[in-house]
């Protein structure tokens, strides 16, 4: 029988990365913590943690850490319908820095009307939410890859189109031979982090038929800076279209090549469970993409 204390102590000190803010997040000491899934591993007669900075999962920790989100999930469901407890288990997803600065508060606003369950978003790119997934980190997760995990289903949301912008004060001052794509990418641009690498190679490769090239760009990793650094002038930036929309309508902004957009395709991905508040965050995930993306 698995001691599911230890478990929710596996999950929290997993979810902060050390036994101490785990064990702060728990209201025990940092020995008690440590003791119960010491006693775990023992019982199991395998490690469960890799004692790292910060902790992680050892193979086996992953599954039980995808168990105790079900079984939290699971034990809301029955509560909420027997009327045992008022209390509501909080949804773990994984969402990626664009969605999150564009369309994703249109999303809690819908579900915060319909369900109490507190949502905890772990912030990757779209390339690494669904290995999140796979580890159990989290019950759902928008991912630019399609196929669904075991033990899970997947849903196309559309696309997240992107074009590349810059300030007039910036085409002003750096591109005054011309609007060519050797001439753009030889002046200063932004990467978010090493994620973005991909995408802006993708855009440069695809939609301008140019070798991508990467040597004067920015590294800027904050989505509402990244735009304010756009409309400052200090470099052109690969922008969803969705977030300038008022940047480009008051001239803050131009699309450097307006017909060409990098079109990404979005998927929600959630585990088979039966949730009615998964259910209703996935169905005002659909909803609200149905909307915002093309």
Avoid at 143 to 153: D, K, N
């Amino acid at each position: 029988m698995l001691d599911y204390d230890a478990l929710h102590c596996l999950s929290e000190v997993l979810r902060y990365g050390s036994f101490d803010k785990g064990a702060q997040a728990l209201h025990l000491t940092q020995s008690a913590v440590s003791q119960k899934i010491k006693r775990l591993e023992l019982h199991l007669g395998s490690p469960v943690l890799v004692r790292t900075k910060p902790l992680k999962a050892t193979p086996l920790g992953q599954q039980l850490l995808a168990h105790i989100q079900r079984v939290n999930v699971l034990e809301d469901e029955l509560s909420a319908r027997t009327g045992i407890s008022d209390e509501a288990s909080p949804l773990s997803i994984a969402i990626n820095n664009d969605v999150l600065a564009t369309w994703f508060s249109d999303v809690m606003a819908r579900f915060s009307f319909r369900r109490s369950n507190p949502v905890h978003i772990f912030n990757a790119d779209q390339t690494q939410t669904r290995t999140l997934l796979q580890q159990g980190k989290v019950m759902g997760c928008i991912s630019q890859t399609g196929t669904p995990i075991t033990g899970g289903e997947s849903a196309r949301l559309g696309n997240m189109n992107y074009q590349l912008y810059a300030s007039p004060a910036f085409i002003a001052r750096y591109l005054t031979k011309g609007l060519s794509p050797n001439e753009v990418f030889s002046s200063p641009g932004l990467l978010y982090d090493e994620f973005d690498v991909a995408l802006l190679t993708q855009y440069q490769s695809e939609c301008l038929g140019v070798a991508p090239t990467l040597k004067h760009c920015h590294w800027y990793p904050s989505s509402y800076g990244f735009l304010q650094m756009a409309v400052a002038g200090v470099a052109w930036a690969l922008l969803p279209v969705l977030q300038v929309k008022n940047e480009v309508a008051s001239g803050q902004l131009v699309p450097l090549f307006p017909d060409k957009h990098l079109a990404v395709s979005l998927f929600w991905h959630w585990i088979e469970l039966e949730s009615d508040a998964l259910g209703e965050l996935s169905q005002c995930i659909k909803d609200v993409a149905k909307k915002q993306l093309s």
